[in-house]
């Protein structure tokens, strides 16, 4: 008999952005006249920057030759973007990051999903609340809790962000078994906070201390507009043997339909065997990744490097200043409206308290989809913290970003 992972039965609900996708589905059938204007899951609207458009369409004619043609590229990545990408994003920064520290892949969010596999399913895992809900789901998925119950999975820590701590939680001192494997998300997913260097160090200095890996999701770090923030945990020393972190050509680039992100696994990081044995996490990850992966496409691979050219650069800072731009209309109108607003600063997310309208997140998702037509992200759908708060994405052309705002009234 073929029977399922139970652990696939203790998933509390859909994924969230699917489950939102569905009710917005639902309600554009009911009222095929409505436009609706979607500020709900973080997806790019505005086209690829040309520089990665004539590499792209460069690197689709020489597929189309014999001399030029490529198979099966290199699994980690081509030694191009990896080079380019150690350059550009760590070196350039002081930061110490060589090419064969970088692994090319198709996203962030499957490579934040997959990490977790290498790591033996008894470990105490930590997740910010609210959190990106993948870190949980994976989680969740391979066994590393129990049950749902009121709102939290039995066995994962929750790190409560709130107003009170800035959105940043502090690494725990009051636990009785550690954390082993910490999910920190900066500028993050869906607060839009950021964290300072003395921040991450106390998180980095308790993974020394407890043996502990902190994986970084920094998917976001093209929207820090302030160079004292910092973009990288391996501005931190100490960070090399600690944590992995993960980047996207995503949100940077526009990049979420073409596909390709990174994940840093630098040849210091270390787990540990049942004896105790230190191990590297890049021999892991490569050993997985030879064995699952077969590289990101060549032409993606080389509109990603495109970035990195004096004309991508330029374009790609273009394209997120206007969304940052979005993001400011949003963060004054909401202001207006009585809102508490957080994030929007160096994030595409603006993390909006909705109680002062007296409602619980979903409701307030409906009652703006219904009312006003628009669609955000209910933020109990991030976590217990998050309830009472709703997430507004940037990423929209300004014409819908005003009717947006225009469209929400005090009477909502
Ligand atoms: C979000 O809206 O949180 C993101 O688009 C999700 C993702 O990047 O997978």
Request: proline share 4%; hydrophobic share 40%; net charge negative.
């Amino acid at each position: 008999m073929i029977r399922i992972n139970a652990n696939y039965q203790k998933l509390h609900a859909s994924y969230l952005f699917s489950d939102i996708a569905t009710r917005v589905a639902a309600f554009q059938a009911e009222h095929p006249g409505a436009r609706i204007i979607k500020m709900g899951i973080g997806d790019i609207t505005r086209a690829l920057p040309s520089a990665c458009v004539a590499a792209f369409h460069s690197a689709v004619d020489e597929m189309a030759s014999d001399e030029t043609f490529r198979g099966y590229g290199p699994e980690q990545g081509y030694e191009f973007l990896r080079t380019a990408i150690a350059t550009a994003e760590f070196r350039s920064r002081g930061v110490d990051i060589s090419a064969d520290e970088v692994f090319i892949s198709d996203g962030a969010k499957c490579d934040t999903g997959n990490i977790q596999e290498l790591f033996s399913t008894d470990v105490v895992v930590a997740v910010q609340d609210p959190v990106y809900p993948v870190y949980v789901d994976t989680n969740v998925m391979a066994g590393r809790t129990g049950e749902w119950r009121r709102g939290r999975y039995e066995g994962m820590v929750y790190l409560e962000s709130t107003e009170k701590n800035g959105f940043v939680p502090e690494p725990p001192v009051d636990l009785v078994d550690p954390i082993d494997l910490v999910y920190l998300c900066f500028p993050n997913n869906p607060t839009g906070s950021v964290a300072t260097k003395e921040q991450l160090q106390r998180w980095v200095d308790y993974a020394i201390e407890h043996k502990a890996l902190l994986l970084f999701d920094a998917a976001y770090v093209a929207f820090i507009r302030d160079d004292s923030i910092p973009h990288s945990i391996f501005e931190i020393p100490g960070a090399r043997e600690v944590a992995i972190e993960f980047r996207s050509f995503s949100k940077s680039a526009g990049f979420t339909g073409t596909r390709c992100a990174y994940t840093i696994i630098p040849k210091s990081c270390r787990a540990f065997s049942s004896d105790g044995a230190s191990v590297a996490i890049h021999e892991l990850w490569n050993r997985r990744h030879t064995t699952k992966f077969n590289g990101v496409s060549y032409p993606v691979q080389r509109a990603a490097e495109a970035v990195f050219s004096p004309e991508g650069a330029k374009q790609t800072r273009e394209l997120i200043d206007y969304y940052l731009e979005n993001a400011s209309v949003i963060r004054e109108r909401l202001s207006e409206l009585g809102f508490r607003v957080y994030g929007g600063l160096h994030s595409p997310y603006i993390w909006a308290g909705a109680e002062s309208r007296r409602t619980d997140s979903w409701e307030f998702f409906d009652r703006l989809l219904h009312k006003a037509h628009v669609v955000c992200t209910p933020g109990s759908g991030f976590g217990a913290c998050g309830e009472g708060y709703v997430r507004f994405s940037a990423f929209n052309d300004r014409a819908s970003v005003d009717e947006a705002m225009s469209r929400m009234s005090g009477d909502l």
